[in-house]
């Protein structure tokens, strides 16, 4: 087919050539039903088919790719296909390039075709072109100005099918999204606050976290218990907690030294975490009946321990966060109780931030803490979670706490 450079101005052709009306009603009236994008462009095929007498009809879409155009066709009412062509046919290029009618007389071989150019927001997008038998009529002025006001809304129906894909694209992320946040959810443990010297709450910032927490009884009556923050948020960040949660509870039951823990810890998620994620994460065991702990950390924020007579002790990492070096060295520490209480919890908490403020901090931390001491540890963390959650403090990460009472074993005796 040679192409002879007939090209048609649309803004010409709008004024120039007569519009069948009652055909372009019935073809846009089609698209008034929702449709995905495969079935917006069949039902385009098909009505151009159909009303300007061709025998085949062709949708080119344009991609950025070395492939160039991606096509549909169809003959007739038959259901498109696709396959990838170059952007060597001079029609097609002088049709996007000008964003003009095309058209071109036989060749001997196929019958005579036009081209229209399909522009979704005013942006090159598609070019629709109906060839007809051989030895047929040209298009003359009416197919080509009826053609081109098919093409015009074609674009406002790929429009809003492009939409519909993003809205549905968004209810399968939202709906991916809140079933990972309530398998998170069923990953923490469940035990009423108040009814147990471990408490433990998780805040997530966006729908599902990256931080974790999990505490349970061992066979000789000592509690394990852990808290974890993975770098990042977002899906991948969830990923890696749930991984390194459910590694957790399954080595914590059958190795009781936290140093040997987070080593193991360490090397599985080293192996498999992607590049540049890790997890920050303190686990160790604690013994009601003696009142002592005994725990390792792994490049977390220091845990606090809260003496009876308010005096307030730290513990910083000596080792760097899981995932980062094939092999760490930990130690694990004791610490005597004596019915003091143990703080745990993420940078998410210490981050709060009250207006255009400082951050809290810890220091900001243990005077809330205090001037809650008159409750019960769970309640108080219960009253310093509601105080921060009042208006002007404002939360910018994944917020988690972990808290041990060792008087609560003693007042339920």
């Known amino acids: 087919m040679h192409a002879t450079n007939a090209l048609f101005p649309i803004t010409q052709l709008s004024r120039e050539a007569p519009c069948d009306a009652e055909i372009l009603a019935s073809y846009c009236q089609e698209f008034t039903v929702e449709r995905d994008l495969p079935a917006t462009l069949n039902t385009a095929l098909e009505g151009m088919v159909r009303n300007l007498g061709a025998e085949i009809a062709e949708i080119f879409l344009w991609r950025e790719s070395p492939s160039g155009f991606v096509f549909k066709t169809s003959r007739g009412r038959s259901v498109p296909r696709q396959r990838k062509i170059q952007v060597d046919d001079p029609m097609l290029a002088h ?27 005013g942006e090159p997008y598609a070019v629709a072109r109906l060839t007809r038998n051989a030895g047929a009529a040209l298009f003359d002025a009416r197919d080509q100005a009826l053609l081109q006001a098919m093409a015009n809304a074609t674009a406002l129906a790929i429009t809003n099918a492009q939409l519909k894909e993003t809205v549905d694209d968004q209810k399968d992320t939202t709906r991916d999204l809140e079933f990972a946040a309530e398998i998170q959810r069923h990953l923490l443990p469940n035990v009423a606050s108040g009814t147990y010297p471990v408490f433990g709450f998780n805040r997530p910032i966006r729908q599902v976290s990256g931080d974790f927490f999990d505490f349970f009884t061992l066979p000789d009556g000592r509690i394990a218990f852990a808290l974890g923050d993975v770098s990042g948020k977002g899906m991948n960040a969830a990923l890696l907690m749930a991984k390194a949660a459910s590694l957790y509870r399954c080595l914590g039951k059958t190795i009781f030294h936290p140093a040997e823990i987070l080593q193991r810890l360490n090397h599985e998620i080293h192996e498999t ?10 686990a160790g065991t604690y013994d009601p009946v003696a009142g002592c702990l005994e725990f390792a950390n792994a490049g977390h924020e220091p845990p606090l321990l809260r003496a009876p007579d308010h005096r307030y002790e730290s513990f910083p990492a000596d080792a760097p966060p899981l995932g980062i070096l094939p092999e760490i ?68 990460d994944d917020l988690t706490v972990l808290a041990i009472d060792d008087a609560w074993v003693k007042n339920h005796d």
């Open 95 to 121: 049709c996007i390039e000008q964003r003009t009618i095309v058209c071109d007389a036989e060749d001997g071989t196929t019958g005579p075709s036009v081209c229209a150019p399909i522009l979704p927001l």
């Open 273 to 282: 975490a992607s590049r540049g994620m890790f997890v920050t994460m303190v």
């Open 329 to 396: 060295s930990l130690s694990t520490r004791r610490v005597e109780m004596g019915g003091g209480e143990f703080y745990i919890f993420s940078d998410g908490l210490t981050e709060f931030r009250y207006g255009q403020g400082e951050q809290l901090g810890v220091d900001g931390l243990i005077q809330m803490i205090e001037s809650l001491s008159p409750l019960p540890m769970a309640e108080r963390i219960d009253a310093l979670l509601g105080e921060l959650n009042q208006e002007g403090w404002s939360l910018r």
